[in-house]
């Protein structure tokens, strides 16, 4: 059986809310997705891989814009999916970057806290509500969708 997974992240990979600001968010994703088959909130002591599964399609660089094959990315994150820092020489120019400027389709991310909503949210949240959630939790916030 396959799981969708809806995670909500600060933009700042290391940044983190403080605990009531992380519950009222987390109350806030309850309401919105009260069929959910779980709801984890989670404050990781290390920046910590946020994928998107099997809907990872393709990784370009920021440097040469070239593909970066995502064998090289899931090899990484078999190494461990928590990082001290994400500095990373790309494969394809071996040029310096780091693993949140890589351009991941479909989003990809990298936090310190993270609130994920188990089977209940299949659609991408609306800009609007990803706004008021940001707001509740005193930080920008994106979305990864997870197929796994």
């Not at 800009?127 to 916030?141: A, D, I, K, S, Y």
């Amino acid at each position: 059986m396959s799981d969708f997974v809806l995670s909500v992240i600060p933009t700042d990979p290391a940044w983190q809310p403080s605990r009531e600001a992380g519950e009222r968010m987390a109350a806030m994703l309850q309401e919105l997705a009260p069929d959910a088959d779980e709801l984890d909130v989670d404050w990781h002591e290390k920046i910590t891989a946020v994928d998107c599964g099997e809907n990872l399609e393709r990784i370009t660089c920021p440097l040469c814009h070239g593909s970066i094959d995502t064998e090289w990315y899931m090899e990484l994150l078999e190494q461990g999916d928590k990082f001290d820092h994400l500095a990373v020489t790309v494969p394809c120019c071996s040029g310096a970057s780091t693993l949140d400027a890589l351009g991941y389709e479909w989003p990809c991310g990298f936090a310190r806290f993270e609130v994920a909503v188990w089977n209940a949210l299949w659609e991408p949240l609306p800009e609007r509500t990803l706004t008021e959630l940001g707001q509740v939790l005193g930080h920008p916030v994106r979305q990864v969708l997870a197929h796994i």
